[in-house]
T-cell receptor, first 113, second 112 residues
Framework: DGGITQSPKYLFRKEGQNVTLSCEQN?????MYWYRQDPGQGLRLIYY???????QKGDIAEGYSVSREKKESFPLTVTSAQKNPTAFYLC????????????FGPGTRLTVT | GESVGLHLPTLSVQEGDNSIINCAYS??????FIWYKQESGKGPQFIID?????DKRQGQRVTVLLNKTVKHLSLQIAATQPGDSAVYFC???????????FGKGTTLSVSS
């Protein structure tokens, strides 16, 4: 059963702690993306990766870091430097970048107090 | 009924009516556009896409119209059903062609 998975669905952390969100895909897609969504807002691009061992900053990369050591995995770390980390985080993947459907995971809701 | 015009954050329709959701895009060089549906607490789901060499594309109960002259995109949903209630996002590819840029979304509410 092919798809893209994110875990956990809900995550709670104390302020000042780093936290890593998981994203895995078995669609054999080259490109992967991380978005942030705030209540009532659209999706804002944090980071994306077009190929293994390469990634680029999106529009709101400050306070976040990523790695792409394997084609299937693109974890996102929300660092303590991110001033307002509470949000809904969505991971996506696509065959290529830019033009083509992105497949989204179910999302992780992160709450930092 | 239908609602045509500039982007609206919310749209309320009766079951069985046709719905039109509008989107203005910014990059005149964009050559790919896509519509997603997002239900509460879930990830967005693909509805339909269109490339800039087309001005209309139809799917099952949905039609996307592209007007490049005024940089306007619309999604038409025929015979709207309660299950269509969700937030709808349009997206275009960025200038580098490496990622999608999403609009703010329109919340569609369907009452029976």
């Amino acid at each position: 059963d092919g798809g893209i998975t994110q875990s956990p669905k809900y995550l709670f952390r104390k302020e000042g702690q780093n936290v890593t969100l998981s994203c895995e895909q078995n669609l054999n897609h080259d490109a992967m993306y991380w978005y942030r969504q705030d209540p009532g807002q659209g999706l804002r691009l944090i980071y994306y990766s077009q190929i293994v061992n390469d990634f680029q900053k999106g529009d709101i990369a400050e306070g976040y870091s990523v790695s792409r050591e394997k084609k299937e995995s693109f974890p996102l770390t929300v660092t303590s430097a991110q001033k307002n980390p509470t949000a809904f985080y969505l991971c996506a993947s696509s065959m290529g970048t830019g033009t083509g459907e992105q497949y989204f995971g179910p999302g992780t809701r992160l709450t930092v107090t | 009924g239908e609602s045509v015009g500039l982007h609206l954050p919310t749209l309320s329709v009766q079951e069985g009516d046709n719905s039109i959701i509008n989107c203005a895009y910014s990059n005149s060089a964009s050559d790919y556009f896509i519509w997603y549906k997002q239900e509460s607490g879930k990830g967005p789901q693909f509805i339909i896409d269109i490339r800039s060499n087309m001005d209309k594309r139809q799917g099952q109960r949905v039609t996307v119209l592209l007007n490049k002259t005024v940089k306007h995109l619309s999604l038409q949903i025929a015979a709207t059903q309660p299950g269509d209630s969700a937030v709808y996002f349009c997206a275009e590819n960025n200038q580098a062609g490496t990622a999608l840029i999403f609009g703010k979304g329109t919340t569609l509410s369907v009452s029976s």
